[in-house]
């Protein structure tokens, strides 16, 4: 039994050999399936969309440190079970939370990095084992010297793009 992610990333598949695209938009895919009956998704609860728009906001909220000028994440997620369900937290790191949960948010937030690290890399790797013939393509994943060279940059060269 696949799972309905699965029967989606089948269908993707399905598309592409249908319409001979290499490069796609889910929108075009999602309307070719209409057009073959696939059952279009019931409505999010409008209270569940507008949170998830509010948890958006808040991941994607900087600010930045009156002293050193440098960039910080405003809000750290935490998650955590209550009543045997999952629940997301979020801490505004200006509001001095208990170390622990700073400790515990900014784990997460690295377990993220390190997982798109990691498919990252296995993918430049399985690009590379399957074009044995091109230059292979770099995925460093030690970060530091990129983090060190962008918190010295000056404030200017800070978008992250090279000169």
Do not use: C
């Amino acid at each position: 039994m696949s799972t309905a992610a699965e029967k989606r990333q089948a269908f993707i598949r399905y598309y592409k050999r249908q319409t001979g695209a290499k490069e796609i938009t889910m929108r075009e895919v999602a309307a070719f399936a209409k057009k073959m009956g696939w059952k279009m998704p019931t409505p999010p609860d409008p209270l569940d969309m507008l949170a998830k728009q509010f948890s958006d906001s808040a991941g994607e909220e900087a600010r930045t440190d009156k002293e050193t000028k440098r960039t910080y994440k405003a809000n750290l997620a935490i998650t955590e079970r209550h009543s045997g369900k999952q629940t997301t937290l979020w801490i505004d790191v200006d509001d001095n939370p208990p170390r622990h949960r700073m400790l515990k948010g900014l784990h997460l937030y690295r377990e993220q990095m390190v997982g798109e690290a990691v498919i990252g890399k296995n993918t430049a790797d399985h690009w590379n084992r399957n074009n044995p013939d091109q230059i292979p393509l770099p995925f460093d994943t030690d970060l530091t010297d990129d983090v060190n060279w962008r918190q010295n940059a000056p404030i200017e060269e800070k978008s992250g793009m090279p000169a």
